[in-house]
């Protein structure tokens, strides 16, 4: 059972280039999430999912895209990267049921936009 | 909008002392849930403690427990005999329903030996 994990852990880019960041979790969590964390800031959620194929749009969703096209994967993609994306990135997941509720976080990839 | 405050950016404790760490939120909604994780220099997120709004007892989990005032909205966390790897930044969080999570700014621990 690894948890959540995330690919790749570190990534450089130029500005304007594309990437896409994996999350996978293999407990069969319903709800994935994709935050930022920046200095003073905590983290900021982006993207999340409350299902297979479904995506929706957090509080700072501008810039990225998402998709979730299998259960266990959740895909963050930057289209044009830009120096404001520069900040370490966190996936995390949950059943999403009032009872089982505890958010798991992958360990982050730190993302450098030049 | 649901927002979570940490007042503190920084505290240190003497090894073995008790240290309490605040968090505020703010919110219309009668059922939810706040979070306290830890974010060692790792990185990795861990959960540390959490309650449900609707239970008026104090959550504990071993050296930590929480204060929970539902009126004053007010969600401290305390560390009894802090220990060296309890050095690390913490996170109020609070969660409604609909599974959406808000995050506090941190605070950092630092535990002196």
């Known amino acids: 059972n690894a948890g959540v994990t995330q690919t790749p852990k570190f990534r450089v880019l130029k500005t304007g280039q594309s990437m896409t960041l994996l999350c996978a979790q293999d407990?069969?969590?319903?709800?994935m999430y994709w935050y930022r964390q920046d200095p003073g800031m905590g983290l900021r959620l982006i993207h999340y999912s409350v299902g297979e194929g479904t995506t929706a749009k957090g509080e700072v969703p501008d810039g990225y895209n998402v998709s979730r096209l299998k259960k266990q994967n959740f895909l963050l993609g930057l289209e044009s990267a830009a120096p404001s994306q520069t900040s370490v990135y966190f996936c995390a997941s949950n059943y999403g049921s009032p009872v089982a509720d505890t958010q798991y976080f992958g360990p982050g990839t730190r993302l450098t936009v030049l | 909008a649901q927002t979570v405050t940490q007042s503190q950016p920084e505290m240190s404790v003497q090894e073995a002392e008790t240290v309490t760490l605040s968090c505020t939120y703010d919110t219309s909604e009668n059922n939810y849930y706040l979070f306290w994780y830890k974010q060692p220099p790792s990185r990795q997120m861990i959960l540390v403690i959490r309650q449900e709004a609707y239970k008026q007892q104090n959550a504990t989990e071993n050296r930590f427990s929480v204060n929970f005032q539902k009126a004053a909205k007010s969600f401290s966390l305390k560390i009894s005999d802090s220990q060296l790897g309890d050095t690390a930044m913490y996170f109020c969080a609070f969660m409604k329903q609909g599974n959406q999570f808000y995050f506090g700014t941190g605070t950092s621990l630092t535990v002196i030996p």
């Open positions: 407990m069969n969590h319903e709800y």
